[in-house]
């Protein structure tokens, strides 16, 4: 009896280890292909902005045809009026988000809907990508009606500042979700050309291999490759302190500047993103060598010349308007993150007794809120403490 138990045993690890998909095993439960007994997964994107569309589109091309997960994604979408239709029924119809990601076609397995609850209570993998002062709110919205052996991924760039420090939104996310596990993705990823399948690279933060690994075979596509690392920390906190650069490398784009200059904002910022890092998340293992992924250097480079904040940046210097006037200019209604992140960061070093140690940061804090005139930013450079050792 107990070799015939055995012969059955191998059979069946034989026949799992030729499938042709991978076979994941998180928290207990397995993740494995439709040649198993398991069901196939369901995912719900939480967010529909640019960026939320973006990958929209890489994850309903990635679903389809696959064993592991179901084809069918829902992504939930906050309802407003364009040109007197509902947003989600032109995305649901013509399958485009013709508000803030026009011109790029969605795959027709992608359903928006406009009920939160409705949209996260079948879900198995929750992705999360909204702005981060939204993030609190919507899990509580979420908590009492989606399934409590879920996992998430967080794409949202940013942290909240609490009494006891920085709080990372993957662990907000965590903490009002029944303890559920919360990985991130960053990385040199501007939506308009990743929504146009230019290569590009990403960086997902895991601490769980098994986790990382079928992630990753949800967000890969031919023009859009992720790496995995253990050091989700970093990753997180670089997708939001290189945003606050992002605005001072179109600071001094705005005051015509050249590359030069640009590539001294860029080295400082980075400079300041290390030290807050190692200064704030003591405690959390951080590691050099995740800089060197696509959520450190690669990003803080393609933000610094091509992202929305650099935008931020150029315009703060050629106009009088307030912020929340640009964005409603250049964004159609959404926010800058690197803004917020800078006051945020801001209040944290005033705490802290640091500000001098970061000027950087500061300056552009200040020049967003129009305390400091964006001349006077060369002079922060300039007199930076990297000059000073």
Known sequence: ?????????LGRVASLASSPEPIFCLQGRQWYSSQSNMAKKSVCIVGSGNWGSAIAKIIGNSVKNSSLFEEK????????QVDGRNLTEIVNTDHENVKYLPGVKLPTNVVAIP????ACKNADILVFVLPHQFVDKTCKTMEAHMKKDAVAISLIKGFAITDHGIKLISEIISENLHKIPCAVMMGANLAGEVANEMFCESTIGCKNEEMGQMLKTLFEAPYFRCTVVEDACTVECCGALKNVVGIGAGIVDGMKYGDNTKAAV?????????????????????KMETFFESCGIADLVATCHGGRNRMLGEAVVSSKKTIRELEKEILKGQSFQGPLVAKEIHDMLEKRDMLKRFPLFVAVHKICKREMDPSLFIDCLRDHPEHME
Do not use: H, N, P, Y
């Open 1 to 9: 009896m107990f070799g015939r138990r055995v012969s059955v045993l």
């Open 115 to 118: 009920d939160l609850t409705a």
């Open 73 to 80: 994604v829902l992504m939930w979408m906050f309802e407003e």
């Open 266 to 286: 860029i080295r400082l910022g980075l400079m300041e993103m290390m030290k807050f890092i190692e200064v704030f998340m003591a405690g959390s293992q951080c």
